[in-house]
């Protein structure tokens, strides 16, 4: 199993607050990316990233923000909570298309959030 | 426009029984690829199969083999001798090149996949 933490693995949170979740990865690989998953919606990117400081938006962006400082870790950032952002965040990393196994994207194990 | 169509929210098949779920998908890009993962009641989503558009032959994984159609943009998983343990959510996802060589996943709404004794 690709080594991808997560933490927390469950949090509950008022609306207004800000919130950090943490992807930790021991894979050296190059690309991390954050996903949310709602009932009906399958899995949704939010930010992902393709280098150390090199991000980028995903198609639901609006209310999170991301940084990466060093290649094993990917934060991903709440500035102010809502309702809305109740869900399970899942953070996946791959190697890249280069070096890649038929460009597999590995997954950890989730984070719940509930936001109050 | 949605990218990725699975169609069957819920599919209930017997033991033993193959099963396909179905997947089609929309792209303008020459190069992409389709991915099916699995994920169990326990939350953790796990890799099952992928199939490259230039790949010549539909891919295999144990019981799991994917029947892609490129004409009609289909991508469908199909499982033989379907055992409890497959009972679960299944996502078809496509890839998509993006910014510094990363590939983004499109993922379709899942099946739920109910394995019958």
């Known amino acids: 199993d690709a080594g991808i933490t997560q933490s927390p693995r469950h949090k509950v949170t008022e609306t207004g607050t800000p919130v950090t979740l943490r992807c930790h990865q021991t894979?050296?690989?190059?690309?991390m990316y954050w996903y949310r998953q709602d009932p009906g919606h399958g899995l949704r990117l939010i930010h992902y990233?393709?280098?150390?400081?090199?991000?980028d938006k995903g198609e639901v962006s609006d209310g999170y923000s991301v940084s990466r400082s060093k290649t094993e870790d990917f934060l991903l950032t709440l500035e102010s909570a809502t309702s809305s952002q109740t869900s399970v965040y899942f953070c996946a990393i791959s190697e890249g298309p280069a070096a890649a196994r038929n460009y597999e994207q590995y997954f950890g194990p989730g984070t719940r959030l509930t936001v109050t | 426009a949605q990218k990725i169509t699975q169609t069957q929210p819920g599919m209930f098949v017997q033991e033993k029984e193959a099963v396909t779920l179905d997947c089609t998908y929309d792209?303008?890009?020459?190069?992409?690829?389709l991915f099916w993962y699995k994920q169990p009641s326990s939350g953790e989503m796990i890799f099952l199969i992928y199939?490259?558009?230039?790949?010549?032959q539909n891919a295999t994984e144990g019981r799991y083999s994917l029947n892609f159609q490129k004409a009609r943009k289909s991508a469908n998983l199909v499982i033989s001798a379907s055992q409890l343990g497959d009972s679960a959510m299944y996502f078809c996802a496509m890839r998509e090149a993006s910014q510094g060589g990363s590939e983004k996943l499109v993922f379709g709404k899942g099946t739920k996949l109910t394995v019958n004794p």
């Open positions: 894979e050296n690989h190059r690309y």
């Open positions: 990233s393709y280098g150390v400081k090199d991000t």
């Open positions: 199939q490259g558009s230039y790949d010549q």
């Open positions: 792209t303008s890009d020459p190069s992409y690829g």
